[in-house]
């Protein structure tokens, strides 16, 4: 229990402070663009368009709103963290009591073996992830409209609790799950490919007579992690537009955005479109190529 509770406050902590940056992301994108392109410079020092960065929509919505304005959406987003670790300890606490009572404790493994309880491991992980991005994904919709409401400057989703009795009434159950699947298909590849692929490398490509091969290792995870991520973002992409698609707000709502009867279509929009890495950079953001700016509706068409 006192390794979950600092879980909780070490992820609270960084919630907290990870916020504003997840904010600014989810507004890039849903496709709000409220400042118009500017002529910068690439890395390799040519002249480009350039899409404000991160420092530069901070600094608007903080004129909008304050500084308090970068935190929409932050209790739901607490709770969600919270909840989501007690569960996914629990799952875990769950599975070591398990494989205590069947006698499995810390051996020498073969490399024959090694996949196979990479496999295990990682299934013991998908399952418990799973669980707790079910039971924590309501939290995560209500974060996502709280935040996408500065679009169309309402206050639909004003609480926890309203906003829990607003999409009750309006959506039925089905609406505290929008964009589930999406995401947990996200979550599963990323957490096979980071796993598999660290675990190759670690077998494979690191020599067990290599200097510093703790540190190697950790930097193989690292670094697999960062590509699994990469890899799977249009699938975190698609259930954010998903869990705001046709809410009553603006943001998710014709003609700022298209309606879409389910996630598949809105994947093949965005394909169709080039803007399956949208939101995916919040720095050195090139323009769109064939992309016109609208003034009036802060967005590219």
């Known amino acids: 229990m006192a390794d979950t509770c600092g879980q909780v406050l070490l992820g609270s902590g960084l919630t907290v402070l990870s916020h504003p940056l997840m904010y600014i992301k989810v507004l890039i994108q849903v496709g709000h663009e409220p400042l118009p392109p500017t002529l910068g410079r690439n890395l390799f020092g040519r002249q480009v368009q350039q899409l404000p960065g991160l420092f530069s929509y901070a600094k608007h919505i903080v004129k909008i709103d304050g500084k308090v304005g970068l935190f ?99 959506e039925g159950i089905l609406g505290f799950f929008a964009g589930l699947i999406p995401r947990l298909l996200g979550d599963v590849l990323s957490l096979w490919i980071c796993n598999m692929l660290a675990h190759l490398i670690n077998t494979y490509a690191i020599d067990d007579s290599m200097n510093h091969k703790g540190e190697i290792k950790n930097c193989s995870q690292a670094g697999t992690g960062f590509l699994a991520s990469m890899l799977t973002y249009p699938f975190v992409l698609v259930s954010n537009l998903m869990a705001i698609n046709n809410c009553g707000l603006a943001g998710g709502l014709p003609p700022y955005a298209s309606i ?35 003034i009036e509706q802060k967005r590219f068409f």
């Open 72 to 170: 929409k959406g932050l209790v739901p987003r607490l709770c969600a963290s919270t909840i989501g670790t007690f569960v996914h300890s629990k799952v875990v606490e769950k599975y070591q009591d398990q494989d205590k009572s069947q006698g499995v404790g810390e051996k020498h493994v073969s490399a024959e073996d090694s996949m196979e309880l990479v496999v295990k491991e990682t299934t013991k992980e998908m399952i418990a992830r799973s669980c707790a991005t079910v039971i924590t994904h309501p939290f995560h919709v209500i974060t996502l409209r709280c935040m996408v409401q500065f679009i169309g400057r309402e206050t639909k989703y004003s609480g926890v609790f309203d906003s829990i009795v607003t999409i009750y009434r309006e």
């Open 260 to 294: 879409y009867p389910s996630w598949v279509d809105c994947w093949r929009h965005l394909s169709r479109e080039g803007n399956m890495s949208r939101g995916n950079s919040l720095f050195f953001r090139k323009l769109p190529a064939g992309k016109m700016y609208a």
